[in-house]
């Protein structure tokens, strides 16, 4: 079973401090996806990497970085938290064909106070 | 750039009730189109996936169909029962060469017993 992990599951992290998340895929998938989960607006995508060493900006990068060491292991930063980046965020693998789905994690809860 | 489109933000339904949720999309390029489904305190999951050439989808007791006229793609279950309550999202994935995924905002349905 195809298997994405996510750690913390939940952190309540202060204005301005560093925030790191990670994931972790035993999938052998090339395409790891960080996502963001807000009421009204679904999942929006903000870093994604087809390749290690390598990472590409999704629709709404500011204000994150991300981080792809290996093929498995897919990190989101943020230097410099701030209150609206209060929001569920997920991590997703998928294949390269056409037609393949992606494999989502259970999600970290970040709170910014 | 692409995008969809999902007007429905919450629906309630009694139970044997019949659901259709709706989504249009936009793109230049040649779309799969996918519906997830996320149960509570869980990552988004794959529902069903219709590609252009079949047009039709199904899992679960719940079909997908795809209108190519319309640029729009639907999901419906004849009978919705308690356990369906999730919140349901249409995604495209956009095969023009970045493999990127886009997302409606999401349905939350809610099934009455």
């Known amino acids: 079973e195809a298997a994405v992990t996510q750690s913390p599951r939940s952190k309540v992290a202060v204005t301005g401090g560093k925030v790191t998340l990670s994931c972790h895929q035993t999938n052998n998938h090339d395409y790891m996806y960080w996502y963001r989960q807000d009421t009204g607006h679904g999942l929006r995508l903000i870093h994604y990497?087809?390749?290690?060493?390598?990472?590409e900006k999704g629709d709404i990068p500011d204000g994150y970085k991300a981080s792809r060491p290996s093929q498995e292991n897919f990190s989101l930063i943020l230097e410099l938290a701030s209150l609206s980046q209060t929001a569920v965020y997920f991590c997703?693998?998928?294949?390269?064909?056409?037609?393949?789905?992606?494999?989502f994690g259970h999600g970290t809860k970040l709170s910014v106070l | 750039g692409d995008s969809v489109i999902q007007m429905q933000g919450q629906v309630t339904l009694s139970e044997n009730d019949f659901l259709f949720i709706n989504c249009t999309y936009s793109t230049t390029g040649y779309p799969t189109l996918f519906w997830y489904v996320q149960y509570s305190g869980e990552g988004p999951q794959l529902l069903l996936q219709v590609t252009t050439a079949n047009n039709k989808g199904s899992s679960r007791g719940f079909e997908a169909t795809y209108d190519k006229g319309t640029t729009s793609f639907h999901l419906q279950k004849t009978s919705v029962q308690e356990i369906d309550s999730a919140v349901y999202y249409c995604?495209?994935?956009?095969?023009?060469?970045?493999?990127?995924?886009?997302f409606g905002a999401g349905t939350r349905l809610k099934v009455i017993a």
């Open positions: 990497s087809y390749v290690a060493d390598s990472t």
């Open positions: 997703a693998s998928s294949d390269r064909g056409s037609n393949e789905r992606l494999f």
């Open positions: 995604a495209m994935r956009d095969m023009a060469g970045n493999y990127k995924y886009v």
